[in-house]
């Protein structure tokens, strides 16, 4: 009897800089087979995002980075094909961290159900997975949204930024997006509500985002850093609050831009305008997560949230989808459609 392949994506090399297609690799090997509790996965969905670039890097962070020759991690929306876990079945679907490969074991206590009523299982690994609880925990536990304040959201297009700019409008604030070129912005502002978008492509960036806030900036949602964060920086009103989320100008430098050291005008702004800036990673907020799934599918049922996923066919492009997100190229939530949904 022919045992099924299992294809899976390796980290081949450590990149220096940004990453290219040779510092992975594509091995296939025999299907596994689920051992005691736990449960046999076919990969529908692959979610791919900004952190995997740090996780390729041999730094220290919060997560262990992936070793040499080792699978690149990556959450997974599945289906089960065989179970040895009580409350799990042939057919289920599941949201796991079956990572880069077509089949995925899995101990059945470490996966989510998906229930088929919550909408498109992709779901679960956008809005209602870990992109739309770092938007909601992030904004709402660290940037505090008040009706009438501005709230800045950088990548506003993106899976994190366009949720954010979404629930901010949904709490009464002003939402103002940054986004790279004029199909970005005009989705931002015309599909997904916010009152403006500014291209931080456009030799006029600063003075456009200045325009775009009259009121100042009370509240900056961080996604990129950089000359991004350099234009908004000036803009923010005393006790601005800053969750900051990702920083993915900076995911793949070597060093440290060149220049004037800017840390004592950083640290100036900090006193004088008593800013709050926060860093979080969205494990820290796992007492949100019933809050927060709950209103998201309130809000999603009720058509307050919209969404765009960016999509691509086959795991052997994984590579190239994810470096391309250096670039601005994706679209929306970038997934992998690894098999089809039965
Ligand atoms: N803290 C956490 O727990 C947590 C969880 C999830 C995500 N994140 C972070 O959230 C951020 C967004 O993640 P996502 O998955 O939603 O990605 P995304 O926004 O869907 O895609 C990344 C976008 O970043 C923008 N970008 C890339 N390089 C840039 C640069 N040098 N300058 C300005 N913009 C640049 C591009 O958009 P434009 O074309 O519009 O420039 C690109 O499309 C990332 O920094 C990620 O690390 C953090």
Redesign the pocket.
Known sequence: MNVPVNRRIVLASRPNGRPTAANFHLVSGERPEPGPGEILTRTIWLSL???MF?RMRDEKSYAPPVGLNEMMVGGTVGQVIASNHADLKEGDLVLGQGGWQDYAVLPGASVQKIDPAWGPSSLSLNLLG??GL?AYA?LLDIGKPKPGETVVV?????????IVGQIARIKGARAIG????AE?CAFVRDELGFDACVD??SSSFAADLAAACPNGVDVYFE??????FEAVLPLFNDFARMPV?????Q?TATDLPAGPNQVPALMRAVLTKRLAIR?????DFAYMREAFFKDTLEWLRAGKLRYRE?ITDGLENASTALIS??????????LIRVSPES
């Open positions: 995002a900004p952190y740090w870990g992109n770092t992030g950088a990548a506003a297009s993106g899976g994190v930024g366009s940054i986004a790279g070129g970005k931080h492509r996604n990129v850093g950089g000359p991004v989320c990702g920083l993915i100008s995911y860093g979080f990673i969205s494990s960016d997100m250096l670039d601005g190229k994706n679209f929306g939530k970038v």
